[in-house]
């Protein structure tokens, strides 16, 4: 079986020093250093100077003599496979010596008349540039070759909306698509499949020659003539030469499609605001229709709210806090994230229920919550202990995620206390213990039972003998149907409690749970054992009757 070669390592090597690459027995000696770190990889196709000699000097090729730089592909079997492996070590503008011993050369049969068998022959070698082609569905399907390099590092993805300039030709030259500027979301495509998968691995500016196969093109069936566009028939393979010009960023803010930001002119920076920020924005809200229902800030003052304060309804809190300042957004929201399922009453007009709600958003500036680091140990303690009252009036108010973000603020503000004093330790450990119980009571109503269990461990590394948080994680444990574990903290809460009336009922609860569990698994293995009996007499009856209708021996001899 054969075993794939790895590509060779690129020795460190300073000007004069020579040394090998890989196991072969190439040697590289470096004449003069390149630019960069780049080099280059398979399939780019190399552009370089040569000059190829045998040991003893004499000289049997030379694109230099020539005066013409010698282009092949790297990797492809192109040339001799020293080269292959020694070039790919190379960065642009490098010259190195190459001493390449026959096996990686010409071998027993040499190249007659130039080069004799078993030669091992010298390259002084330059690498005047490359160019990457690139197998993008690793599948043969799209070749990209970059013309003109783009700016930055970042490329487009599946929501994002891309503006490129594109020409399509068939192998024979013949145009059959051109457009100067077009604007498309990637994930819906554009023309043919190619260009949405080609357009998520450029750059901004960056310029491609790509040759797509029909798998990525238009397939056995072709594509008919159309007004401008020109006829590709069946099979055909496409020479599409693509320019990203620009693109609009579209973030998926909710995770689930339903508040989507799209940028219309990028902000300043990285900052963004925190929960409880105060921004300053200017605001148009729209209906699909183009109904405008409210219109904000764009007068002398910008419109100013509080962040995670219900100031402004979900989906346009979630997209706010995730601009820059002086960003401009086209923010996308989904009624769950809006209005809801009934009409409501704006500033302007009625948004009618289940009413996806279209805004215009541009980030004034903002002024962002005091963060932990930024305290000192009694601005923490006291940050701490309003975020806890403002998340108890959440909690009763029945909103446990808002609730539950604010006590977990609280675990920030007072998480590392190595420079509180011993008063403000203590005041620390009783505001962990009562904002852990409450963010765990939140994550038992919103049904995150493990993220429950350990935030009451937490408290009870901190107060072994505390009753609610033995409570809480046998309520916890009884969901996850860690019964054992619940059984365990029933009675070691009721052994500190006696009389707690909460924890009674609980162990009741665990108790029914329990028999219930019991009474499964009894009816579960019955049924095994009643189906395991069904088959043995099957497997009897079947037997037997085999046994009956065995055919009688005739005596050919009565």
Excluded at 233 to 254: F, H
């Amino acid at each position: 079986m054969d075993i794939p070669e790895e590509d060779p390592i690129s020795p460190i090597l300073k000007v004069g020093e020579e040394k090998e690459i890989g196991k072969n027995g190439l040697k590289k000696k470096l004449v003069k250093e390149g630019e960069g770190w780049e080099t280059p990889s398979s399939g780019d196709e190399v552009e370089v100077h040569y000059t190829g000699t045998l040991l003893d000097g004499t000289k049997f090729d030379s694109s230099r003599d020539r005066v013409t730089p010698f282009k092949f592909k790297l990797g492809q079997g192109q040339v001799i496979k020293g080269w292959d492996e020694g070039i790919k070590t190379m960065k642009k503008g490098e010259n190195a010596i190459f001493t390449i011993p026959p096996e990686l050369a010409y071998g027993e049969s040499g190249s007659p008349p130039t080069i004799p068998p078993n030669a091992t022959l010298q390259f002084d070698v330059e690498l005047l540039s490359w160019t990457s082609v690139e197998d993008i569905c690793k599948d043969g399907g799209i070749f990209k070759k970059i013309l003109v390099e783009g700016e930055k590092w970042e490329n487009p993805k599946d929501l994002d909306e891309v503006f490129v300039k594109y020409e399509a030709r068939l192998e024979d030259g013949t145009l059959v698509s051109k457009s100067d500027g077009v604007e498309f979301a990637v994930k819906d495509g554009y023309f043919c499949p190619a260009l949405a998968k080609a357009v998520k691995t450029m750059k901004k500016g960056e310029k491609v020659l790509l040759k797509v196969k029909p798998q990525y093109a238009f397939g056995e069936v072709g594509r008919p003539a159309s007004g401008d566009e020109g006829a590709v028939p069946p099979n055909a393979t496409l020479q599409i030469t693509l320019e990203l010009i620009s693109w609009k960023t579209v973030t998926d803010i909710s995770k689930d499609k339903k508040v989507l930001k799209k940028t219309i002119k990028e902000g300043e920076g990285y900052e963004r605001p925190n929960d409880g920020a105060v921004v300053q924005v200017k605001l148009t809200g729209k209906l699909q229709d183009g109904t405008v229902f409210v219109q904000k800030g764009h007068g002398d003052e910008p419109f100013e709210f509080k962040i995670d304060e219900e100031q402004v309804i979900d989906g346009l809190d979630r997209a706010v806090k995730a601009m820059k300042k002086g960003e401009v957004a086209l923010v996308t929201i989904s009624p769950e994230y809006a209005y809801g399922s009934s009409e409501s009453q704006q500033d302007l007009a009625i948004v009618p229920a289940n009413s996806t709600v279209y805004y215009e958003v541009e980030m004034v500036s903002f002024v962002k919550e005091k963060e932990s680091w930024d305290m000192n140990t009694q601005e923490k303690i006291e940050a701490a202990g309003k975020k806890k009252e403002e998340g108890n009036v959440l909690f009763k108010a029945g909103k446990y995620e808002r609730a539950s973000k604010r006590y977990e603020k609280v675990a920030r503000y007072i998480e590392y206390d190595s420079s509180f004093s011993d008063e403000e330790k203590q005041q620390a450990k009783v505001l962990k213990v009562s904002c852990n119980l409450n963010n765990a009571a939140c994550k038992l109503k919103l049904k995150d039972y493990k993220q429950a269990e350990k935030l009451c461990t937490k408290v009870l590394e901190l107060d072994s003998r505390n009753v609610k948080a033995l409570y809480r994680r046998a309520q916890a444990y009884i969901q996850l149907v860690d019964l054992d574990l619940a059984e365990m903290d029933i009675k070691k809460a009721l052994e500190i409690d006696p009389d707690n009336r909460d924890v009674k009922l609980e162990y009741k609860i665990l108790k029914e749970k329990v028999k219930e569990y019991n009474k499964k698994d009894a009816q579960f293995y019955g049924s095994i054992f009643s189906k395991m009996n069904k088959l043995e007499q099957v497997k009897s009856t079947n037997a037997a009757t085999k046994q009956e209708s065995a055919p009688m021996i005739i005596d050919s001899q009565a």
